[in-house]
């Protein structure tokens, strides 16, 4: 936390980037409409591998930018912290052509995430002992990305689970209700399609590589140099950062800077995001443009494929490699 003090201390200005983005709610009902519309154009296509072509190369890619809208308005980014209540039944919206229920669950799972960052049994990001043990070779991993949906839907609910809220059920039956409509009118082959096409593009997708980029620790196969992460503890070392006396500590949360953040609601400033969760996706860039010093000489990442890739192949990397911690006894 000293390092957002110091960065504020300095740069004041980043506080006037902590409000709403008024066109973010235009953005994500533009992207519901966009996909409904799709659906009813599709409703004649029963040729399976057509729908897997653009579901992989449109419809999941807009579907999973719903999902990061979604993780959007979990922290209340359409209408602000003053009413919740309001941001959560818009998420329902926006999570109507996913097909899967799960906007209101996601706010709730969300907050522990940002509150106990890698913290074992209360983070539920994190993956479990038991992933890192099954899927840890090439073969494997690869298995492990493809259903990288499924772990990440369920593993909140074995890691801790939730008792069903009011807002739980209305999510529950307006989504059940959307897809019964969608599946009389349009045919049940386009309810298969919403969830299927999300789940190709949660999974084996270069998309799906943020991910793997957020909270991993790897370092971008671009940086060609074996003393790469020497040279980001020495600008630590210059900047305060991940320093604690005279250690170094190995960052868990890691940021990238590629095209996919145009689609993807600037996820890929993750840093940025944990640093300042109340701050917009659009202002995000601005975060690192203010703090150069505090950003740039980090380790990040260009190239989510590549990500994918030295994941695969790098014996190294699995689910284990990312920072677990223990809860501190109060």
Excluded at 28 to 44: D, E, G, M, P, W
Excluded at 48 to 59: D, R, S, T
Aim: include cysteine; hydrophobic fraction near 40%; charged fraction near 15%.
């Amino acid at each position: 936390m000293y390092i957002i003090f110091n960065i504020l201390a300095k740069y004041p200005q980043i506080k006037q980037l902590m409000r709403i983005d008024t066109n973010f709610k235009w953005t994500v009902l533009a992207l519901v409409a966009i996909q409904i519309v799709s659906f009813y154009l599709l409703r004649n296509t029963t040729s399976f591998w057509l729908l897997f072509l653009v579901g992989y190369c449109f419809n999941g890619v807009i579907n999973h930018s719903l999902t990061l809208a979604i993780h959007e308005i979990s922290h209340n980014q359409v209408f602000g912290n003053c009413y919740p209540l309001a941001n959560k039944w818009f998420g329902i919206v926006a999570n109507l052509p996913i097909g899967i229920p799960y906007s209101v669950s996601f706010k709730y799972y969300h907050s522990y995430h940002h509150r106990y960052l890698g913290v074992d049994r209360l983070d539920p990001d994190t993956p479990s002992e038991l992933e890192a043990r099954i899927f840890s070779t090439s073969a494997t991993k690869v298995l492990w990305i493809i259903l990288q949906p499924l772990f990440y839907g369920l593993r909140p609910q074995f890691v801790n689970p939730k008792i069903l809220s009011k807002m739980d059920v209305c999510n529950i039956v307006i989504q059940f209700g959307f897809d019964y409509i969608i599946g009389q009118t349009l045919g049940w082959h386009i309810v298969a399609y919403m969830v299927g096409s999300l789940f190709i593009t949660m999974g084996l997708h270069p998309m799906a590589g943020h991910f793997l980029t957020e909270h991993y620790i790897m370092v971008d196969n671009n940086n060609d140099d074996n003393n790469f992460m020497d040279k980001h503890n020495e600008n630590a070392i210059e900047n305060g950062i991940y320093v604690n006396n005279g250690q170094f500590l190995v960052p868990d949360t890691c940021s990238y800077y590629g095209y996919w953040n145009i689609i993807a609601f600037n996820v890929g400033y993750h840093v940025e995001h944990h640093d300042f969760p109340s701050i917009p996706a659009t202002l995000l860039p601005k975060v690192r443009q203010i703090a150069p010093e505090f950003y740039d000489s980090l380790c990040h990442h260009t190239s989510l494929s590549t990500v994918i890739w030295q994941y695969i192949v790098d014996p190294k990397l699995g689910p284990y490699a990312r920072i677990k911690r223990k809860l501190r006894e109060s």
